[in-house]
């Protein structure tokens, strides 16, 4: 029966984290920058990040608990249904041809080692230390230096906007500054909220594997499954929003940054966090 109930409880706090995430965070982000203009690329990055929460908070707990084991197969898992959620948005909303821009093409391949390096890291059993953690961050750099200078070489028409669009959000910082205000409240109460559900969901996860022995690998692969939601989510969203507008390929170029920032994220920044984490209380 405790089996049962710590379970139910696991369930509970990692949908409470994925609620919030997708019901108060993204779209807080979301009306941020849209109401600044920003473009696609932009506003991707921006989603990636909010919809990176949940992971952030599923390793950095299972870390501090000992639950390192975890916390790895998450970030695998996590990065593989992003990219399987990505694919199948795109060829449900028919965009399968927008993906022959190149650099759209260089940032899937980026997103298909996100995926390779932690089954090589796994399928190696490398020791996670410090020098990981180092390797890790500095291929987050790599990985945003590419994406940046494709975009800039591949998608022109973009980045030549982005001196209109900085005009606009110095016109819409001056006029609506008790938004941004209350923006900024939301998010800082939405952070004390979730660091609350994430401490409580630490010890679930603590009890699951020491307590009743669950192996890390099923409780990683389905915290990967919960804290994947946002993403399938904003995925579809982003596609949706441009239709409307004939801009299938703003769409497109949305999903997949949000999909990149995300995997590269999760990998590179949070996983180094949790390895980090893992160190300093064991």
């Known amino acids: 029966m405790d089996l049962l109930w710590e379970m139910v409880l696991f369930v509970l ?11 108060i965070l993204v779209p807080v982000l979301r009306r941020l920058a849209e109401s600044i203009n920003l473009k696609a690329k932009t506003v991707g990055n921006l989603a990636g990040i909010a919809t990176s929460v949940p992971e952030l908070l599923s390793v950095s707990f299972a ?6 084991g975890t916390s790895i197969y998450n970030i695998v898992s996590s990065n593989v249904i992003n990219f399987i959620q990505y694919v199948v948005s795109v060829k449900i909303n028919k965009n399968g041809k927008v993906l022959r821009n190149r650099a ?34 500095a291929l987050f750099f790599l990985f945003y230096y590419i994406n940046h200078n494709t975009h800039k070489l591949y998608l022109e028409n973009e980045v030549n906007s982005e001196i209109a669009e900085i005009e606009e959000e110095a016109k819409w910082i001056r006029g609506k500054k008790k938004l941004i205000v ?26 699951l594997c020491v307590r009743f022995n669950v192996p890390q690998v099923l409780v990683g692969i389905a915290l990967g499954f919960i804290t994947s939601i946002p993403e399938l989510i904003t995925f579809f969203e982003a596609q949706k929003h441009h239709k409307k507008e004939s801009k299938e390929r703003l769409g497109v170029i949305e999903a997949t940054n949000n999909l990149l920032t995300s995997n590269t994220l999760n990998l590179f920044i949070i996983q180094s966090i949790g390895i980090l984490l893992y160190q300093i209380f064991h």
Do not use: Q
């Open 182 to 207: 209350r923006y900024s409240i939301y998010l800082v109460l939405t952070g004390i909220f979730l660091f609350m559900v994430g401490n409580a969901l630490s010890n679930t996860l603590e009890n």
């Open 104 to 137: 759209l093409t260089i940032d899937l391949v980026l997103v298909v080692f996100t995926i390779l390096i932690p089954i090589g890291l796994i399928a190696t059993n490398m020791e996670v230390n410090g020098f990981v953690s180092f390797l890790l961050i």
């Open 63 to 68: 870390s501090v608990a000992g639950l390192i």
């Open 13 to 23: 706090y990692s949908l409470m984290i994925v609620a919030i995430s997708k019901y």
